[in-house]
């Protein structure tokens, strides 16, 4: 499993991190393609805890998750039934992630979505964004 988190995630329980409100994570499978190779590559390990990355690192996220959302976002169709909204660079986009949804990469987006945020927020109160890669969730 692949976590991005705006704060030290594996110093407590699961339980313990989500009660702290301003914790934000996600969470993807290995093969999601969520992170560059190059700071995976800097890292240099396969299992890891708790790894800040640098302020070049979370930019270079960043605009790696923004290309994945625009990536996903241009074989959209519209979707009138609409469960969440996102404004992703100026624009609202409503996301219905159901299995009733007409597009089927809303999860996808939605997921990629809450990684930029975590970039954004942790780049602008100047702190690291942390990435894990471990065999279990928690």
Do not use: W
Not at 11 to 16: A, G, H, R
Not at 122 to 133: A, D, G, T
């Amino acid at each position: 499993m692949i976590h991005i988190t705006n704060t030290i995630r594996f110093n407590k329980s699961f339980d313990e991190f989500l009660r702290i409100h301003k914790n934000r994570y996600q969470t993807f499978g290995e093969d999601n393609d969520a992170v560059p190779r190059k700071i995976l590559t800097r890292i240099g390990k396969e299992k890891f805890k708790d790894e800040a990355l640098t302020i070049e690192e979370v930019l270079e996220l960043k605009q790696h998750v923004e290309n994945k959302i625009k990536e996903l976002l241009s074989t959209r169709v519209f979707e009138p039934n609409e469960r969440t909204e996102i404004e992703f660079l100026g624009h609202k986009i409503g996301l219905n992630g159901t299995p009733f949804g007409k597009n089927i990469q809303d999860n996808r987006i939605d997921s990629f979505y809450r990684t930029y945020k975590i970039c954004e927020e942790c780049l602008q109160e100047n702190k690291p964004v942390y990435l894990s890669i471990t065999e279990e969730n928690d």
